[in-house]
């Protein structure tokens, strides 16, 4: 079974920074050929959650959603089976609940597994 446990949330200023963390763990994990993709989505109340930023298993080319570019950085540590979601430049429109994400590309159909989701809260 796969798990997700995301942290980091928490209330900053318009500006400022976070860096939120998922912890991974479960089979799907424990080789190095398992194809999989990672992500963070996000939902405000009252509107559909979207996507934030992705990577997959293979290391190509983060993919970030418009609104993330140049602010958020989405990265990895394999050593501590870990995903992180550096947020920068926080702006009033980015509170949210924030969901860490895997998608099993060897089931079939492809398995979703999500986390519990954190909390970003930004004052003006």
């Known amino acids: 079974q796969v798990q997700l446990v995301e942290s980091g949330g928490g209330l900053v200023q318009s500006g400022g920074s976070l860096r939120l963390s998922c912890a991974y763990s479960?089979?799907?994990?424990?080789?190095?050929?398992?194809?999989?993709?990672m992500s963070w989505h996000r939902q405000a109340p009252g509107i559909e959650r979207e996507l934030v930023a992705s990577v997959s298993s293979t290391g190509t080319r983060p993919y970030y959603s418009d609104f993330a570019k140049g602010r958020f950085t989405i990265s990895r540590d394999n050593t501590k089976n870990t995903l992180y979601l550096q947020m920068n430049s926080l702006k009033p429109e980015d509170p949210a609940v924030y969901f860490c994400k895997t998608v099993d590309l060897e089931s079939e159909p492809h398995t979703e597994y999500w986390g519990q989701g954190t909390q970003v809260t930004v004052s003006s």
């Open positions: 479960g089979r799907l994990f424990e080789t190095n050929f398992a194809p999989y993709i």
